[in-house]
C-alpha cells in the first residue's frame, strides 16, 4: 500500500495522514508489526519508552507511566479508527491490522503532532 493511500472510503484523506504521520503512532505501527500476538498497552509503553531517541538505557517509568495513559486516550484509538489496530479496551491490548502490516507508514512525513 502507498503510504498515501487509506484504507476505505468512510475515512477522509486529510484524517490518515494526519494520524500516520505523527511519530509516535509510527513508533507504534513498527513495535506491533514484530510481535507475535496482541500487546498489552503496559509493556507497549515501556517499549515507547525505551526507544533510542530517549538517550537512556533504562526505561523512564515516569515516562513509561505518561505513555500508557496516552496510548489509551489518544493515539490508540485514533489507529483503531483508521483501521491500522484493533485496540480492545477490555483487555487493553493492541494488535496490528492487515493494513499496518502491509503499509508504509514510515515514509509518511511528520508534519503535525495531532
Known amino acids: 500500500m502507498n503510504p498515501l493511500e487509506y484504507p476505505g472510503d ?26 507475535d500476538r496482541p ?26 507511566r505518561e505513555l500508557r495513559v496516552t496510548l489509551h486516550h489518544r493515539h490508540l484509538p485514533k489507529l483503531d479508527y483508521v483501521g491500522l489496530v484493533e485496540f ?14 502491509d503499509s508504509d507508514v514510515e515514509h509518511v512525513k511528520p508534519d503535525c503532532e495531532c
Open 88 to 101: 480492545d479496551f477490555t483487555t487493553r491490548t493492541v494488535a496490528p491490522t492487515q493494513t499496518a502490516i
Open 10 to 35: 468512510e475515512i477522509d484523506r486529510d484524517v490518515w495522514i494526519s494520524v500516520v504521520s505523527n511519530p509516535v503512532r509510527r513508533q507504534i505501527i513498527e513495535i506491533l508489526r514484530t510481535a
Open 39 to 64: 500487546v498489552s498497552i503496559a509493556d507497549l509503553a515501556m517499549q515507547l519508552a525505551q526507544q533510542p531517541n530517549d538517550n537512556r538505557d533504562e526505561p523512564d517509568w515516569e515516562r513509561a
